[in-house]
């Protein structure tokens, strides 16, 4: 037992003495250089708009999604001619989706045109991104679609409809609600002057 306490002992005064050093820190990561999104020039850029005459639609599609994305200053008039006369009626139904998402007006007009297409699916389609945005400056136009062929588009009409009167509701709602406190304030500040 005195063995032990004497091996004990002798183990901490030497580990006392010699204390073990520390790990050294690890030495920092490497800069990470900020990388600009992907720059195209011009002339990659026409390249680009050249697929969109290429004879496969997911070509066409990938073309149109790249410049969706990098912005394409030509964009809406190129998404216009696509809606209007690419042969595929899906590559119609996907720009349409597209024209929901930009904040341009020329995105009505192009939607408007959608209502005529010949396929029933881009018809929907239309109407629905219509109904999305709200604007009821185009309810003559859907209301045009009340007496379509297709019972599955005078449906969607009626739907898209029914939402453009729900906004104008909740628009004159807001407006009420909003006068109706500007003249509770003012009653308000008129009962504090007396």
Known sequence: M???FLGAGAFLVYDHLHPEKPPEAPPPP????????PVFAEDEIKKVRLSL???DPSVRWAAIQLLFNIRDPQLGPILEKMLAEDPDPEVR?????LFKGREDLSRLGALVRGLADTDPS?????LQALGDIGDPSVAVWVTALLKD???DVRIEALKTLGRFQDKRKADFKALADKLRADYEEAVRRA???R
């Open 2 to 4: 005195l063995f032990i």
């Open 30 to 37: 490497p800069a990470i250089a900020q990388q600009a999104g």
């Open 53 to 55: 005459q290429d004879a």
């Open 93 to 97: 139904m996907k720009v349409v989706g």
């Open 122 to 126: 881009v018809r929907i389609a239309s």
């Open 149 to 151: 062929a297709e019972p």
């Open 191 to 193: 009962a504090t002057r």
